[in-house]
């Protein structure tokens, strides 16, 4: 990756004078732009919590990213450091150097890309390359992308290459096909006021059996297809995918074919909306090497069917996508009062109150023998996953002062989510109490007080080892000058923990700058840590103690 720059610059060279007529038009409209991050921690020693130790007390992660840009050429480049990972990022992104670089050129028909690239075909079920900075991943794809246009509507996509694996790339070859059709676009007088898009996709892996014991496929296909209708007051989104056999070290290597379906419905009005879905995993986990865990290599996406908590406490039992096997439902209702009714009860501002729940099971089967088993596609699972039951209500009392309440109630399976299902943990049974207070004192300071209460059942019998478990009470006092500065004071206090030794208080104080595109955060104090998850996708973060400093800014 440290000698891509090179190849890059005599790349870009080559595609100008490739065209030596238009050379001046690909050059019109130069912009250069880009952004960069920055986050660094000094880690102290802390018997109480047990904070985990960094002998070099200092750690950074660090990102550039460049952009040049004209009319039909593009040109990438981001410069990574990590000096060394935070703790709770793989160790093996340890190291400097170009972690991204591409070039591309577009016009009204044909878009190609040659270096690295990020792409989704559909939700991502069998393919999504991504970078998401807070949960350590970025699975870039190394290779070549062709998209194309033939006519208004039409949108076919090829790419091979191979993903990023921290510095070095996997031992497998992907290769993948997409095509995406807008019916109203085709014909947009048959379907003017019927939008609706299909799609299907085809995703091939290629990698070499370098094992004795079984006989493993070297080429795994995946395919999937989809449709999407969006009218004023309703919409539906389905996706059925299918992968063929591929045993690897996370599905203790079966050899069943994999399946997927994902269903997104939604209805709304002024003021009123409902949202419902439903998805089955079954064996669907797709990666780049048969060998990888955590969060290496996905080749895939998942979508969760749960709701993404906000408050600190109940995001503490984040539950993440089991793409070897589970059923997942997800029901959310938004409902905003009438003026009428709002008038009634005194105020002539909007009150908003939100609803919902989700559930999530194992799949329905049946073992067959070491490498197989029967799956009942209608069937659901007798063990439970997660299961989570929420209401918010939201009314500003007057002009200044605003209100939230909210009441959050979880079963979460911590064998499943953080043991691999090994029986140790049990189920935590938890309810949560939540109230946020907004006063706006004028038009430059905002005070915002959040309060949080937690009564949590940990069924596990090894609860006295367990750092974090028990009743928690959360207290976050922030207070905003703007447009520049933000303090604010976070407690996190496990008063009900089983072992009187991590009966403590979790203080952190932060202090943020904005100046335009540019944003600096310094922090002290400890970190509860526990489970981070964006999307069903889930990463460790360990307690820790110490200083932060976090800066961002793009130009």
Same mark, same amino acid.
């Given at each position: ?39 660094? =921690? ?14 070099? &007390? ?34 093996? =992104? ?24 990020? !792409? ?9 390359? =991504?970078? !998401? ?334 750092? &974090? ?36 208080? =979790? ?49």
């Amino acid at each position: 990756m440290k000698k891509a720059s090179l190849f890059f610059f005599a790349l870009f060279e080559l595609i100008i004078l490739s065209f030596p007529i238009k050379s001046q038009s690909l050059l019109e409209n130069l912009q250069i732009g880009g952004n960069f991050q920055s986050d660094s =921690y000094y880690y102290l020693p802390d018997s109480k919590i047990e904070a985990e130790q960094a002998p070099e &007390k200092i750690l950074s992660n660090n990102y550039l990213y460049l952009t040049f840009s004209t009319n039909y050429i593009n040109v990438f480049f981001r410069f990574e450091s990590y000096q060394n990972p935070i703790l709770g990022f793989d160790p093996r =992104y340890q190291g400097s150097g170009i972690a991204y670089r591409s070039v591309s050129y577009r016009n009204d028909f044909l878009g190609v890309t040659v270096g690295n690239f990020y !792409e989704q075909f559909g939700s991502g079920m069998i393919l999504r390359a =991504y970078e !998401e900075r807070n949960l350590g991943i970025d699975n870039s794809i190394d290779g070549a992308k062709i998209e194309v246009n033939p006519t208004n509507g039409i949108t076919l996509k090829g790419v091979i290459g191979k993903q990023r694996h921290f510095w070095s790339y996997s031992k497998a070859i992907i290769r993948g096909l997409d095509l995406e059709t807008s019916l109203n676009s085709l014909f947009p007088n048959a379907f003017e006021k019927f939008p609706l898009i299909l799609g299907g996709s085809l995703v091939s892996r290629y990698q070499p059996d370098m094992d004795s014991k079984y006989k493993l496929p070297e080429n795994v296909l995946a395919f999937a297809t989809r449709f999407d209708l969006s009218l004023d007051w309703f919409s539906i989104n389905f996706e059925y995918a299918k992968k063929i056999n591929d045993p690897t070290t996370r599905n203790k290597y079966t050899y069943n074919n994999g399946d997927g379906i994902n269903l997104s419905l939604s209805t709304f009005t002024e003021g009123f909306s409902v949202l419902l879905n439903l998805h089955r995993y079954d064996n669907i986990e797709f990666r780049t090497d048969r060998e990888a865990k955590g969060l290496e290599l996905f080749l895939n996406y998942l979508p969760s069917a749960t709701k993404q908590h906000q408050y600190s406490l109940p995001a503490f039992y984040s539950p993440s996508t089991q793409g070897n096997g589970e059923v997942g439902i997800q029901s959310e209702i938004n409902y905003t009062l009438p003026k009428e009714i709002t008038l009634f009860f005194g105020g002539k501002f909007e009150t908003n109150i939100v609803a919902g729940f989700s559930l999530i099971k194992s799949i329905d089967t049946t073992r067959i023998d070491e490498f197989s088993y029967n799956s009942n596609f209608w069937g659901i699972g007798k063990e439970l996953f997660y299961q989570d039951v929420f209401f918010e209500i939201r009314r500003r009392i007057t002009k200044e002062f605003e209100t939230k309440l909210a009441y959050i109630w979880q079963i979460y399976n911590k064998d499943v989510m953080e043991n691999e299902g090994s029986p140790l943990y049990g189920k935590v049974k938890n309810h949560t109490l939540i109230g946020e207070f907004i006063l706006s004192f004028d038009k430059r300071n905002t005070l915002r007080l959040e309060l949080q209460h937690m009564w949590s059942k940990n069924d596990s019998t090894v609860a006295k080892e367990d750092k &974090k478990n028990g009743n928690w009470l959360a207290i976050l006092a922030e207070h905003s000058i703007a447009p520049n500065w933000y303090f604010s004071i976070l407690d996190q206090w496990n008063y009900g923990n089983a072992n009187d030794n991590f009966k403590t208080h =979790y203080i952190k104080a932060i202090v943020t700058y904005i100046q335009k595109a540019t944003r600096i955060s310094f922090g002290f104090g400890r970190d509860a840590g526990g489970i981070v998850c964006i999307g069903g996708v889930c990463r460790q973060v360990p307690i820790s103690y110490g200083f932060s400093l976090s800066i961002t800014t793009s130009f």
